[in-house]
């Protein structure tokens, strides 16, 4: 005798925005509840007050706040950049290649130019070099998949350490001082290429470049006549030549816009943050950009939220490393159980659990 299961699923045609907030906070609270059995279970600590810590040490004062706007600048940037490409289902994983060829172009120009030139066409420069570095880059594995049908994951997986070995051979010539085998502070004296104070804020240029790239974006992929090929192609190529769209174009138009952002993320990185390039400049974020804008949908401005908290995570754990003397993985431990617990809120967002029918 057949037994019927007791439960069944179904795929959601429709839900509302109201029902998936609600199903991503029950997620996120299910998470700090796990994320507190396990501080207490590992540590034997009150998980508030760890939960303080991290609060203090992301938003606790005033320099705290503008170093965690930042960062989340900087990891919006890269997620804005892999929006267009992951929405046409091109598995782009190459943006820590991009940043870092975007941020070579920008130390290149700020070394060699830096007293050559005044100093609003000076970031002019760098900002348009980074740019067409990162698109070019880009562009590389766009045009072989868009002929040649390459293996879009590899290829651009491959040229991240491609990437990295570039930028090394530059340190060679670039190291300071001589035999350390780092650029050390680019143009520190002159403060040449750097992105100035605004309105007496430190990284305010940052914020304003890369919320509106936030804002354009979002209207690119929403409202453009190009967004819209961008979905149909994602949806499948099939359907965008039988609807008259040149495929191959738009992959490799695609791809371009998404390298030149995250070029200009590396940009962003050497001019208005770190004001040096290494192998390390991308730091990660490229493979943390791709949870964004999952997490997100590819809207850009549910990327602020997402962005943030993943920042907010990250900067709390120093402050849990120095207030209890824990290694500052056990904030990552924190995050990555959050994480995991609204990813999974993405399947009930999706399908329907129901009890099964008698």
């Not at 795929?11 to 991503?24: A, D, N, P, Y």
């Not at 267009?84 to 172009?105: D, S, T, V, Y």
């Not at 769209?245 to 943050?273: D, E, L, P, Q, Y």
């Amino acid at each position: 005798m057949h037994k019927e299961p007791f439960l069944k699923m179904s795929k959601r045609e429709h839900i509302s925005w109201q029902k998936r907030l609600g199903i991503r906070f029950i997620a996120l609270v299910l998470a700090l509840i796990v994320c507190a059995g396990v501080i207490v279970a590992l540590v034997k600590m009150n998980p508030l007050d760890v939960y303080k810590a991290i609060w203090d040490g992301a938003l606790g004062s005033e320099r705290r706040v503008w170093m965690t706007l930042r960062d989340t600048m900087v990891l919006l940037c890269i997620s804005i950049g892999l929006a267009p490409a992951f929405k046409m289902r091109f598995w782009n994983i190459g943006a820590e290649g991009q940043i870092l060829i975007g941020g070579a172009c920008s130390a290149a120009i700020m070394i060699y130019a830096g007293d050559k030139m005044p100093t609003v066409a000076l970031l002019v420069v760098m900002f348009v070099a980074s740019a067409l570095g990162g698109l070019i880059w880009g562009m590389i594995p766009a045009v072989f998949k868009a002929y040649w049908n390459t293996n879009e994951t590899l290829f651009t997986l491959m040229l991240n350490y491609v990437a990295m070995q570039v930028v090394t051979y530059c340190i060679v010539f670039w190291e300071n001082p001589k035999g350390s085998n780092t650029v050390g502070i680019i143009n520190q004296a002159t403060q040449a290429g750097w992105l100035p104070e605004l309105f007496g804020q430190k990284y305010g240029w940052n914020l304003v470049i890369v919320l509106a790239f936030t804002v354009i974006m979002f209207i690119y992929l929403k409202y453009s006549k190009q967004g819209y090929e961008i979905a149909v192609v994602g949806e499948s190529e099939n359907t965008a030549r039988y609807a008259g769209i040149h495929v191959k174009r738009v992959i490799i138009r695609t791809m371009a816009i998404s390298g030149a952002i995250c070029g200009i993320a590396g940009f962003v990185i050497v001019s208005g943050a770190s004001h040096t390039i290494s192998t390390a400049t991308a730091g990660g974020r490229g493979f943390t950009a791709i949870i964004v804008a999952w997490l997100s949908k590819f809207n850009t401005f549910i990327m602020v939220a997402v962005s943030f908290g993943i920042i907010f995570m990250n900067q709390g754990a120093v402050q849990i490393a120095t207030q209890y003397g824990l290694n500052e993985n056990a904030s990552d431990v924190i995050l990555g159980i959050i994480l995991f617990f609204l990813i999974g809120a993405e399947f009930f967002i999706n399908y329907r659990v129901e009890r099964a029918k008698k």
